[in-house]
């Protein structure tokens, strides 16, 4: 219903019974082609559509991953780009659009930079979190913290080394993330990746209920904390590598959709971890109508949408936390 | 059945344990006993694999401890935690019960009605069945360790390690929760500062201290004023009260 709807949404307008008509007539060659303008399928079909599927899967990927890191370090703050994978992909992009690195790959050199760039940051940061072979909660903390700052200052170096201001505004594509790159080309490996990482941490759900509760616990129950937490940010790193390499760093989305979803659904992972995938991907879908709709015909970058949603859900849980304590 | 032998073990530049050894007893409460700072907490971590010594032998029913995996540890042994339940997620009592099931199943699988029928036993064992849906954040430190204990019953483990469970307790408590130990004759190793209690609830006692177990044995052979006075540095009185002793204690008078 939701994506129907917002599919339609945007400088163009398009009736849902006709976004339903041009989905069925290209997916099983129902309705005729000629009840509608051809504008209007273009833009549905080759635009509105898979930008729609692409924020309904890397909002899901970015609420799961937000639910998984807040188990594995004990801290409601933690969200998707806390291990430095969001400013690791950004200065991957940043080296591939201004100095051509990595232009051997191809056409996707851009993307497949920033998701090595991703990946990087996470190995950076698991090295410095192991200690005799554990990663703590606290170690992976200030070990994302400390590869973030290092990796943004490199990205603001190449911006200045670069001088071009166009490449600057490309990199900044990279930093507040958009939809707006989304086709049918890269959709389904989008689709696989996301899709098995998220299938993975609902299938350890129950070693996040218990690293949540604390290491002795889980330990108790048969759960290796260290390991698990190792296994768990690999998944996590795959997932957010693959959402920002196609749409950027979009922030907010893995911090507020978790604890919405905790409030509604409570703590316990068997249902969290589905809901904050629901509603990561709902909330992501209409920070991106409202990206469109807002300065149409120009468009926000979706970072800012959810930066500014974002922030006051961030405000009321602090002085929630606030008030408990 | 456990039994660790000779355990060294190395905390940053601390030697906690020194050739410490421990067994569970059948059916019996043995009692880890001994000064602040003598290791007791640390052995027993070293007990479920929270800790690896540096030097020795942890053996669970014959199998090195090493070789096992987690999961099978967990089910020979479940631990009364420190950390549990006092920080953490707020999730319900029964939840929070139904995790210790956790053991029995693999990562796919869902909890059955034989996993529920377990939590309902262990809280009933404890008379905690009608806190089911209370959040573990809103129970009272007896009731906390009561539903602990339920945890470790549903898990049902041969073995039950509890770590200082009469801490933060009111008297009252502090006896109800090791009578309901006492009563449930699983064998069980529990680490305790107060030794009233260890003389009146444990059927043996292991008296650690700096990192070596320098007294183990009857709870009446054990709590001497000669064995005692050298590790606590006060002096120690035994006052007869019908079928249990009392101690009283001072300032060595040197």
């Given at each position: 219903m939701s994506v129907v709807v917002a599919i339609g949404l945007g400088p163009v307008g398009v009736a849902p019974p006709t976004v339903l008509k041009i989905i069925g007539h290209h997916m099983m060659g129902l309705f005729d082609a000629e009840s509608w303008a051809r504008t209007d399928d273009a833009i549905i079909w080759e635009v509105r559509l898979p930008r729609v599927l692409l924020g309904a899967i890397v909002g899901a990927a970015l609420g799961v991953v937000g639910v998984t890191l807040q188990a594995l370090v004990r801290n409601p703050l933690a969200e998707p780009y806390i291990l430095g994978v969001s400013s690791g992909a950004s200065a991957g992009a940043a080296a591939a659009i201004l100095f051509g690195v990595g232009s051997w790959l191809g056409r996707e050199s851009v993307s497949l930079m920033a998701f090595f760039g991703a990946l990087g940051a996470l190995a950076l940061v698991l090295a410095l979190a192991r200690s005799s072979g554990r990663i703590t909660p606290s170690r992976m903390l200030v070990a994302g913290v400390a590869v973030s700052y290092l990796l943004s200052a490199v990205t603001s170096l190449l911006i200045l080394f670069a001088e071009s201001a166009e490449g600057a505004r490309a990199v900044m594509f990279w930093l507040l993330g958009s939809l707006a790159n989304a086709d049918w080309s890269t959709l389904p490996i989008g689709y696989l990746g996301m899709g098995a990482g998220m299938i993975l941490v609902f299938w350890w759900r129950r070693r996040l209920d218990l690293l949540a509760l604390g290491d002795e616990t889980a330990?108790?129950?048969?759960?290796?904390?260290?390991?698990?937490?190792?296994?768990?940010?690999?998944?996590?790193?795959?997932?957010?590598?693959?959402?920002?390499s196609l749409s950027g760093g979009i922030g907010f989305v893995g911090l507020a959709a978790p604890h919405i979803a905790r409030r509604i659904i409570g703590p316990i992972h068997r249902h969290l971890i589905p809901a904050s995938a629901a509603l990561g991907a709902l909330m992501l879908v209409w920070a991106d109508v409202a990206a469109r709709m807002v300065l149409q015909p120009r468009e926000l970058p979706i970072g800012v949408v959810t930066g500014v949603l974002g922030a006051p859900v961030l405000v009321a849980l602090v002085r929630k936390l606030s008030h408990n304590s | 059945m456990i039994t660790a032998t000779g355990i060294d073990l190395r905390l940053g530049a601390v030697d906690v344990l020194s050739g410490a050894q421990l067994s569970t007893r059948p059916g019996q409460v043995v009692g880890l006993i001994g000064p602040n700072g003598s290791g007791k907490s640390s052995l027993l971590r070293c007990l479920y694999g929270m800790l690896r010594?540096?030097?020795?032998?942890?053996?669970?029913?014959?199998?090195?401890?090493?070789?096992?995996?987690?999961?099978?540890?967990?089910?020979?042994?479940?631990?009364?935690?420190?950390?549990?339940?006092?920080?953490?997620i707020d999730i319900s009592v029964g939840e929070f019960v139904l995790l210790g099931r956790h053991v029995h199943r693999s990562d796919y699988q869902g909890f059955t009605d034989d996993d529920r029928k377990a939590v309902l036993d262990g809280l009933d064992m404890v008379d905690m069945s009608s806190f089911a849906d209370r959040s573990i954040h809103n129970l009272s430190g007896g009731e906390r360790q009561r539903v602990l204990i339920a945890r470790c019953i549903a898990q049902q483990s041969p073995v039950i390690l509890l770590d200082e469970p009469t801490n933060h307790l009111d008297v009252r408590y502090q006896h109800e929760v090791l009578a309901l130990v006492r009563r449930l004759k699983i064998d069980s190793i529990v680490v305790l500062h107060d030794l009233n209690l260890a003389s009146r609830y444990c059927d043996h006692l292991a008296l650690l201290d700096h990192g070596r177990v320098v007294a183990q044995g009857r709870p009446d052979d054990v709590l001497q004023s000669e064995v005692l006075e050298p590790v606590y540095g006060i002096e120690v009185r035994r006052l007869a009260d019908g079928p249990h002793s009392h101690f009283a204690f001072g300032p060595l008078s040197t």
């Open positions: 330990m108790a129950s048969g759960v290796d904390p260290g390991r698990t937490r190792l296994q768990l940010v690999v998944v996590v790193a795959m997932c957010v590598g693959f959402a920002v | 010594p540096n030097r020795g032998a942890v053996l669970i029913d014959d199998a090195a401890i090493g070789s096992m995996s987690q999961r099978s540890i967990a089910r020979a042994v479940a631990v009364v935690t420190q950390d549990a339940s006092a920080e953490g």
